[in-house]
């Protein structure tokens, strides 16, 4: 078959042969767009001639489903949140316990130092946000962590500045301990005690000054407290003897020793040795004299060789 088109444009007729296949094809091609477009316009057509209710019944039936997904979103969200939210009450809840295990600390270190209670409060309640009393309920407000973390941390800020102020007063007692005399001057027997006693070379009732300890001749004689030795010579009767001043009204003696590691000036440490032990002046045998005097009166040494640092 030939399809003949005539123009007035064109001098001679265009012929189409349908025998040929390339035209074939480009004729179905044009007319399958054809065919298209009348679908579409259609389509459109049928949409605008529509009734707007059916239109508005699609559009919020996409409205409800775009609400379902976000609320399928915000139900994660808040498990999420929640979890975060629950975590943090598991960590709040072991901050406290360790402020309640600090209070409990401060208090026994407060009692073994023998601080005035008024001076520490560690008594005080331990802050609290209702963790142990939620009875498993979820916390559902992120406010009441925030004010309770809040609170925990100016509380853990008092016990530091408590527990500071109570490091330092035990470090000054420590210090103060260091010159108070403190046990033994030398290691042996206490062989006579202070206070009246017959005298050992001729019976007659007299004071004794400080007590004596009986020790092998050479055994180092050691300082009891921290001090200044302010004699290191011979005294009548107590013949070599040592004497430290600690600076705090205290006063130490050591008599009758062999040989004397000290001299006056010397700054000496607890426990540093300061003589051997010995029987110089009036002594029947080798020993120890030993005094304390406080703020220029002789006491008894008992207590003071009793007590240990
Ligand atoms: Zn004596």
Redesign the pocket.
């Known amino acids: 078959m030939q399809i003949i088109l005539v123009s007035r444009a064109r001098k001679l007729p265009r012929i189409l042969d349908l025998a040929d296949r390339r035209l074939r094809l480009k004729l179905f091609v044009l007319l399958a767009i054809a065919l298209l477009a009348c679908v579409g316009a259609g389509v459109a057509l049928a949409l605008t001639v529509a009734s707007p209710r059916d239109r508005a019944l699609g559009q919020i039936h996409d409205l409800q489903q775009q609400i379902r997904r976000q609320n399928a979103q915000l139900v994660d969200v808040r498990k999420d949140a929640q979890r975060g939210v629950n975590a943090l009450a598991v960590k709040l809840g072991q901050l406290q316990a360790q402020s309640t295990r600090l209070n409990a600390l401060g208090e026994r270190l407060a009692q073994a130092a023998k601080l005035d209670d008024g001076e520490f409060n560690f008594s005080q309640p331990p802050a609290v946000g209702g963790v142990e009393d939620s009875s498993g309920r979820a916390y559902a407000l992120p406010q009441v962590l925030d004010s309770s973390i809040t609170r925990l941390a100016s509380q853990f800020d008092i016990q530091q500045a408590q527990l500071s102020a109570l490091q330092s007063l035990l470090l000054d007692a420590k210090i103060e301990s260091n010159l108070k005399p403190t046990g033994m001057p030398v290691q042996g027997y206490i062989s006579?005690y202070f206070g009246v006693r017959p005298d050992p070379f001729n019976g007659l009732a007299a004071m004794?000054?400080?007590?004596?300890i009986a020790t092998p001749y050479g055994t180092p004689v050691h300082a009891v407290a921290e001090g200044m030795v302010t004699f290191a010579g011979v005294r009548r009767g107590y013949g070599n003897v040592v004497e430290i001043d600690h600076g705090n009204g205290y006063m130490t003696r050591y008599?009758?020793n062999s040989k004397l590691e000290v001299h006056p000036g010397q700054h000496v440490q607890v426990g540093e040795v300061i003589a051997k032990a010995g029987s110089t002046g009036r002594?029947t045998g080798p020993?120890v004299?030993?005094?304390v005097w406080y703020d220029g009166r002789v006491v008894n040494p008992l207590a003071f060789v009793r007590n240990h640092r």
Do not use: K, L, N, V
């Open positions: 006579s004794h000054t400080g007590i004596d008599a009758h002594s020993h004299h030993f005094e």
